[in-house]
């Protein structure tokens, strides 16, 4: 595979990644390399893509708001007003969690499997369950090597 097919599929996933957040329309024509990308999400996205990203992630809630950053209360805050936008950070994270679960995904073949890899202890992670890992950048990042080792079949 050479660079411009790792762009090429670069840009396919986050086109993946925004229709999933429901913001694929909206966002169509400004996903076409990962400078864009970043411009997209330090300008923000739009609040009901984290409800989305909450609602259809099949993982309790109580769960899934450290991983955004966010409380309860600060959901509920979010909840009235969906078409405004989040926070640099919040996007990021949003974005970030849309990837992982994707790419989750794809190694498992199914999002219910995906979801049971997330909320599982895993021995690559020194027992301690990927979604926990998902509230820092470092943890995120070890998420994501995790995937790529299991789907090139590298388990250690």
């Not at 411009?4 to 996933?13: I, K, L, R, S």
């Not at 996205?45 to 899934?64: D, F, Q, V």
């Not at 995906?114 to 926990?132: D, I, K, S």
Request: aromatic share 6%; net charge positive; proline share 4%.
């Amino acid at each position: 595979m050479n660079v411009e097919d790792e762009v090429d599929d670069a840009v396919t996933y986050a086109r993946r990644v925004a229709i999933s957040l429901g913001v694929g329309r909206t966002l169509r024509n400004r996903l076409n390399s990962a400078v864009s990308i970043h411009e997209v999400l330090k300008h923000g996205l739009p609040r009901r893509a984290l409800l989305r990203a909450i609602r259809s992630a099949g993982i309790p809630m109580t769960e899934l708001l450290p991983v955004f950053g966010i409380s309860a209360r600060t959901l509920m805050r979010l909840r009235s007003a969906p078409n405004k936008l989040l926070d640099t950070e919040q996007s990021g994270r949003v974005w970030q969690f849309a990837e992982l679960m994707a790419k989750a995904e794809d190694v498992f073949g199914y999002c219910e499997n995906a979801v049971q890899w997330m909320l599982r202890p895993a021995m690559a992670l020194e027992n301690r369950r990927p979604l926990e890992l998902l509230t820092t950048p470092v943890g995120a990042q070890l998420v994501d090597d995790v995937l790529d080792r299991t789907k090139f079949g590298v388990y250690q």
